[in-house]
């Protein structure tokens, strides 16, 4: 069974940055990872992606703020978050998607933008 470990969130003030972090327990091999958020009372949203073929994907409302990268292994996703904002609190999700079709699931991690 594959775990899914987010860290790097926490409260920062707005215009700041955080560094999130997903660390899969072992060496898997997905075709899309991708940061979701859910913000309270709202729906989960996907905020950054990397599909087939290195490409990257982002919701309007954080592209050119927040940048989905990885390490060599493709054991640890990360999402680099600048200029954030108030409406950028959520819990942040990571997930890996298989090619069989099985969805992997974080915990989720906490982002709370406020002054």
């Known amino acids: 069974q594959v775990q899914l470990v987010e860290s790097g969130g926490g409260l920062v003030q707005p215009g700041g940055s955080l560094t999130l972090s997903c660390t899969a327990t072992?060496?898997?091999?997905?075709?899309?990872t991708n940061w979701y958020r859910q913000a309270p009372g709202k729906q989960r949203e996907l905020v950054a992606s990397f599909t087939t073929g290195d490409r990257t994907i982002y919701a309007g409302s954080v592209k050119g703020r927040f940048t989905i990268s990885r390490d060599n292994t493709e054991n640890t996703v990360y999402l680099e978050m600048n200029s954030l904002q108030p409406e950028d609190t959520a819990v942040y999700y990571c997930?890996?998607?298989?090619?069989?079709?099985?969805?992997?699931w974080g915990k989720g991690t906490l982002v709370t933008v406020s002054s």
């Open positions: 997930n890996r998607r298989l090619p069989s079709g099985i969805n992997y």
């Open positions: 072992r060496t898997i091999f997905s075709i899309q």
